[in-house]
């Protein structure tokens, strides 16, 4: 039986914090990442989509986006667009438009996003 010898695997060094993607809110200032020797976390700017009628002790805002990509050991994540809900909301006639038109404006802007995510 012929066993065939493979050369050992020899991950490939990476500097951290690593190379940003064009996104990265950090790009200019590599040592403003969250990152250690082998971890780095790049994070776009985050988009705001705002809360026109806040309840009572509730969050001016309703959601947020942003693209984050985690680096780890020697290779480089898959970007993923992050999304958080934040509160919910009840609104008058007035306040639903200009929510609805807010609202209209932050999914172009995920669109916006999503193609980034190169
Ligand atoms: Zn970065």
New binding site residues.
């Given amino acids: 039986m012929t066993v065939l010898e493979t050369a050992p695997v020899v991950p490939t060094t990476v500097s951290h914090?690593?190379?940003?993607?064009r996104w990265?809110?950090?790009?200019h200032a590599?040592s403003a990442?969250h990152f250690g020797p082998t971890s780095?976390?790049?994070?776009s700017p985050q988009v705001i989509l705002p809360n026109p009628a806040p309840l009572q002790g509730a969050s001016a805002v309703m959601m947020r986006a942003e693209l984050y990509?985690g680096d780890f050991d020697a290779g480089t994540g898959e970007p993923v667009l992050y999304v958080q809900g934040e509160t919910d909301i009840d609104m008058t006639p007035d306040e639903a438009d200009i929510f609805i038109a807010q609202l209209q404006a932050f999914v172009d802007t995920l669109r916006v996003l999503r193609r980034q995510m190169v």
């Fill in positions: 914090p690593t190379a940003c993607p990265c809110k950090d790009r590599p990442h780095t976390a790049h994070w990509r």
